[in-house]
């Protein structure tokens, strides 16, 4: 028998053995999702060139990984509870390596979006996992250093990503951006399957929402196509139908969700307005992200001539930024209240949105590039932190998890969305990625919308978060769930938090404090 065999979960202390192991495996697994997210941008401009494919299959490569992954998340942390989440994260991550080799060996567009939609369900299983075994699986005294310690490694990742990515673009070629995620896949499983102690919800049933999980991603999906087709097809049947069909799927999926016993998205838990309050900031704020990340690197590689190397690491200020002051601003927002933060914040990502409009075919780096995105670093610091603390502290503690899966799925759906959506708006047709003139034009308009976008983010923010959301709770009160990922580098989505376990008390051991790192 393995060490890990006989650990309990809930009491693998961070020193021993066994909890190097527990985050060795969790960094490598959720390593893997977080790089694929942040490189597969860099590479869009070559695949494009290297398959034949127009824009609208650059949308799909990015959409159709984002479609899967954020109609299924919720479904992904619901059957880890149910069958144990280290045997869902060890099959999401062999699911995501066999999916990354069918990417990296795509013979066309259409086989490659195929593999990434395959890949993005891979993604929803093992995503939800990594933290929820560290949370399930060290001993409560050492719970918040131990996601310290993996929410700061996840950030180094976040910060090398696209660094990594341009290099491999511009060295063996795209296809090792997918391929790169095989050797990490055969490093991870092995030991996640000796070392790591499986875990699971005793209260959690086997009756699982998949016709929801099936309803939202077909509702998501017909609606992505319109807009994306909607440049190349006009107002066509089969783009009307579409857009009609998915509305109709959406509304399909409302009206199911609020019947079913036991629904994936249950609807009750917008009952709370300040939950419902800044999961609709969310949208605003992630939408704008999803259209800016999307489009800079196409921007800076097609119109100011930048490598795939130089625009992965133009883009690291960003990074750094919030890998440097993620906590800080999480300190900031509990004292002075997340109403200002989640203000300032957008406000100052719209102006950095603003400034990268005139990163042009004569950008220089230091004068133009360089001030639009330390600006919108900045205003991502200020706002990400706050912002999931407010999610968890606007529900009850035992709902903390779905709060935090449900903030995380909106922010993946507007960022899909937007990606759809940005280009048809700005009046790109399906080759203009292929002139210079023609995208340059068109990016300038989408960085006006993405900064409306924000705008709208703040003034909602403004008019609906309360300044005392973050106050602690009065006494004989419950406390309120404290966010643990308090360094968080993606800018697809908010950090998953699976909101704090009950207590597992071992023998010997002193009653343990909740943590609030």
Request: charged residues 15%.
């Amino acid at each position: 028998m393995t060490e890990s065999a006989s650990a309990a979960p809930g009491a693998v202390r961070l020193a021993t053995p066994v909890g190097r192991w527990v985050l060795l495996t969790t960094v490598l697994g959720s390593g893997m999702a977080l790089l694929d997210s942040t490189v597969v941008n860099v590479a869009l401009p070559r695949i494009g060139a290297d398959l034949g494919a127009g824009l609208a299959a650059l949308q799909w490569t990015v959409n159709a990984y984002m479609l899967t992954l954020a109609a299924l998340i919720l479904l992904g942390g619901a059957l880890g509870d149910r069958f144990g989440r280290r045997r869902i994260f060890v099959i999401g991550v062999v699911w995501f390596a066999v999916a990354s080799l069918l990417c990296g060996l795509a013979p066309n567009a259409g086989v490659l979006v195929a593999a990434r939609a395959f890949q993005g369900i891979g993604g929803a299983l093992l995503t939800p996992g990594s933290l929820a075994l560290i949370q399930s699986t060290f001993h409560p005294d050492d719970r918040a250093r131990a996601v310290g310690v993996w929410s700061g490694f996840g950030g180094v990742g976040a910060a090398v990503g696209p660094f990594v990515g341009g290099w491999l673009v511009d060295g063996p070629g795209w296809r090792w951006v997918f391929l790169l995620n095989v050797p990490l896949a055969a490093l991870c499983v092995p030991v996640a399957l000796r070392h790591v102690p499986d875990s699971r919800d005793p209260h959690a049933h086997g009756r699982f929402d998949v016709l929801g999980a099936g309803l939202g991603a077909l509702a998501l999906g017909a609606v992505t196509y319109a807009l994306i087709a909607a440049p190349e097809r006009g107002a066509s049947a089969a783009v009307l139908g579409s857009a009609v069909g998915g509305l109709l799927l959406a509304a399909v999926f409302a009206v199911v969700e609020r019947r079913r016993p036991d629904p994936m998205l249950p609807f009750g838990i917008f009952t709370s307005r300040q939950f419902s309050a800044v999961n609709a900031v969310t949208l605003c704020v992630y939408a704008a992200f999803g259209g800016f990340f999307f489009l800079a690197v196409l921007q800076l590689q097609i119109v100011t001539g930048y490598s795939a190397l130089a625009a992965g690491t133009a883009l690291l200020p960003t990074t750094v930024l919030m890998l440097l002051l993620s906590a800080r601003s999480g300190e900031l927002g509990r004292r002075i209240g997340p109403r200002i933060p989640l203000t300032v914040g957008p406000l100052l990502c719209a102006a950095g949105m603003l400034l990268m409009a005139r990163v042009g075919e004569d950008a220089v780096y230091w004068r133009d590039v360089l001030p639009a995105l330390l600006v919108l670093g900045a205003g991502m610091v200020t706002l990400v932190a706050p912002l999931t603390a407010t999610v968890l502290a606007s529900v009850d503690v035992s709902r903390a998890g779905l709060a935090s899966g449900v903030n995380n799925a909106a922010a993946r759906a507007a960022g899909l969305l937007a990606v759809a959506a940005l280009p048809l708006l700005a009046g790109m047709d399906p080759d203009a990625y292929r002139s210079a003139d023609r995208f340059d034009d068109a990016f300038r308009l989408a960085m006006g919308l993405c900064a409306v976008l924000l705008v709208l983010g703040a003034l909602l923010a403004w008019f609906t978060v309360r300044s005392d959301v973050l106050a602690p709770a009065a006494e004989g009160e419950p406390p309120h769930c404290r966010a643990e990922c308090r360094t968080h580098c993606a800018v697809a989505a908010p950090p998953l938090d699976p909101g704090e376990p009950e207590p597992t008390h071992h023998p010997g051991d002193r009653p343990p404090p909740r943590s609030s790192p």
